[in-house]
């Protein structure tokens, strides 16, 4: 069979490359703009686009934008968020802090984010949660400097919002009402998403000390208190696609992880298992018809991931990438449609000098043969 290796250089411009009419990602571990071609391929790479950039966090509705979060300049505790512009590969700033940022998520007008407080009678340790506006015109204050809040939160239709702070679950919405729910004392949450439709919050938490975590569905029983019902054991990560109602997770067992899909209604242990393998991340396409997920070579440096991908409905995955060195979240819009993350590589590293972060925004468009 004949094979062809193509090696593209990087450029200085901001955008290092774009490789077109490329067949197969049988990429070496650290080279990542090394592409393969085979007869057989079940991917064509049409383009790999790398650029400066911070960690990807999350993608618009319909996909037209990404947000990431860098630093402001290297060593220094100022951030910056920024937002990629998928049609034209512009970056465009939308925040600037003198202080850590944690995380950042779309919401229908604008943005909620994480900041690290600058109360000093709380050390640093906890966050504030903010909204901006995409319009740059409006920011918000959600939770005040001196508000314990461990910077977990979801956020969903009409720009409402849920978080932690204090050990308690607080619903809120952008005029200031809120309403708050005692959870275990001993809870810590890691992760969660709500879901508008089945009124049920799902949530990866732990009551020792973070040795495993468990996947809980939350739901408020007829006198108003939350009732909780554990889904799964021993869950790293999970996801939910409103537009489908299905919930994935990925699940401890014995020396590898399982891939889990079910519905957000679902009861404990009815999810279906889908995979097993050495699974690190997993989200869905933002119109939920594709799961997105990172998946580790076995007896190798686990720092490295290649990005798979799974159709609903299908048994197959397709890999995408070959193994990097992925610091962010892996979005996508859609199925088939580009997957956007950050990655610190060192062969980009040593190609890019001009760069001055480890994070480089990475656009990935593919199409099945």
Known sequence: MRRRIILAALSCAAVILILTGCSGVL??????????????????ITSFMVRQGGRVQDISEGGSQVLSIGQSSEGSNSS?????DTASGSLVNLVSSDTQLGSAEFTDKGIYYTKRTTDSTLNGRYYQ??????????????TAAQTITSGVFTCWDDDKIAYISGGDLVFATPDGETKRYTLDKDLTVKKMIWSPEHQVMMLLGTTDDGQTFDLYKLSENESGFLRKTIVAREVTDFDYAEQTGKLAYLKQENIDLGLYITDAGMRAGKGRSQLRGNFESISFSEDGQALIYTQAVPDTNRNSVSVWKLSLGETKPV?????????SAVCSAADGSPVYFSASDSYLAESAPQFTTPNLLCMLSYQEN
Request: no cysteine; net charge negative.
């Open 27 to 44: 990429i070496p571990e650290n080279k990542v703009i090394t592409l393969s071609q085979t007869e057989s391929s079940p991917v064509n």
């Open 319 to 327: 890999q995408i990438s070959a193994p990097m060195q992925i610091t």
């Open 80 to 84: 910056t968020i920024d937002l990629f």
């Open 129 to 142: 949660i903010m909204w901006y506006s995409l319009d740059k015109s409006t920011e918000t204050t959600v």
